[in-house]
């Protein structure tokens, strides 16, 4: 009995020596902003404390239908992000905590996962929890069946604690680097129609509508752009004013039957114009892409202003 308790106290004080060792270790990382980028140190990391083949994050998506993986280490060469179906679609993000697979040849749901893919034999699943919800977890894999037990759950736990830790920090940056977009991008909008508000009362709109173009492209580039009026016929548009207009473009046309067919639309986005005959005048003249503004005057169509790219 002395020896056995002799021998759970070692056991104790090496596995809180490494899991000592493993904060520290992990804790270089937690100034990275995206885990992913250094994914397989920390895998070598947390090879120390718990051996293992492969490691992957996994994000539950689709309410529990799909894992999305976001990064991996001992899977081979995989595309990331990727989305897997769910082995076991029954399990619901909110009931998934800590699973234990002891060996993936008695679970052949399991046969299309990407561990079993790549050859491994058993795994250990520990959720992560993000915002009052579970986001997903970390995969430990082995190529050994039964590799994984009750008692790695802990050290699994710690480490998958590091990750989520990290996966947060990196979810705050971006809200703040989003944030800081918004803010950037509405203060660009003000000073955009500040600066067009002043053109535009300074003189005859085709006159200055290349000056508008040139202060408009710093917030929307673009290589062409027209301003279209409809004409009394309600069917036909003519070229009122252009800035990057080729020569060659015609002056008046019909407009375009999407535009007649729906009084309320607002715009039509078309990143690939080859792929419509009726578009093959604009790709002869070096353009691939449209954005089509719709212009109303009292509620009515008046016409509308189009930007043309070549890419």
Not at 227 to 256: C, H, K, N, Q
Not at 263 to 277: Q, V
């Amino acid at each position: 009995r002395l020896a056995e308790e002799r021998r759970l106290a070692a056991a104790l004080r090496e596995r809180t020596h490494n899991l000592e060792m493993l904060d520290g270790l992990v804790g270089t990382l937690a100034g990275v902003l995206d885990i992913r980028d250094v994914f397989e140190r920390v895998s070598t990391i947390a090879q120390k404390v718990l051996p293992h083949d492969a490691l992957s994050i996994l994000e539950i998506v689709e309410d529990g239908a799909k894992a999305r993986v976001h990064a991996s280490h001992g899977l081979g060469d995989l595309p990331v992000p990727f989305d897997v179906p769910m082995a076991v679609p029954a399990l619901t993000p909110d009931q998934l905590e800590v699973r234990i697979i002891e060996d993936y040849d008695d679970h052949p749901e399991y046969a299309g996962g990407p561990g079993a893919r790549a050859g491994m034999r058993s795994a250990l699943f520990v959720s992560i929890q993000l915002e009052d919800h579970i986001f997903g977890g970390v995969n430990f894999y082995s190529r050994t069946p039964g590799r994984f037990t009750k008692d790695d759950v802990l050290v699994a736990r710690r480490i998958t604690d590091h990750v989520a830790l990290a996966l947060s920090h990196a979810r705050l940056a971006e809200q703040a680097r989003v944030t800081e977009a918004l803010r950037a991008q509405a203060t660009t909008l003000e000073l955009l129609d500040s600066l067009l508000g002043t053109l535009i009362e300074t003189g005859n709109l085709a006159e200055i509508f290349a000056r508008l173009c040139t202060i408009a492209i710093r917030v929307l580039p673009h290589d062409a752009a027209i301003l279209m009026e409809r004409l009394d016929d309600g069917a036909t548009a003519r070229l009122y004013a252009g800035s990057g207009v080729p020569d060659a473009m015609p002056r008046t046309g019909r407009i375009p039957d999407e535009a007649l067919e729906d009084p309320t639309w607002d715009h039509h986005l078309i990143g690939d114009l080859s792929a419509d005959p009726r578009y093959a005048p604009m790709v002869r003249l070096g353009f691939l892409s449209m954005l089509r503004m719709a212009v109303r005057i009292d509620g009515q169509l008046a016409g509308a202003l189009v930007f043309f790219g070549r890419d």
